[in-house]
């Protein structure tokens, strides 16, 4: 956990194509763990991956998981954000 913590802190730091980067561990399934991540373009993505942090990470999976990692990844090109309204006070 530690290490991929690390690896989130330093890809935050070290390179501008990172919107976002979140590491969970599920709390109802132990040594499950998420890694959400969203990047400004594909390129930005694939440079992520030859980072030296992320190798890092990347190579002790074999060590450190029961099971293949398994892998996700969503081409979005369209995102729409919902405002939802503020409660109305009670005036």
């Not at 194509?17 to 373009?41: L, T």
């Amino acid at each position: 956990m530690q290490l991929a913590n690390k690896a989130g802190m330093e890809t935050i730091a070290k390179e501008p194509g990172s919107i976002s980067y979140k590491f969970y561990e599920d709390k109802d399934n132990n040594n499950s763990f998420f890694f959400f991540e969203e990047w400004r373009d594909k390129a930005a993505f694939e440079a992520h991956l030859e980072k030296r942090h992320t190798k890092n990470l990347i190579d002790k999976y074999t060590e450190i998981l029961e099971v293949p990692a398994d892998i996700v990844i969503y081409d979005v090109s369209n995102v729409n954000k919902i405002l939802v309204p503020e409660k109305e006070s009670d005036s």
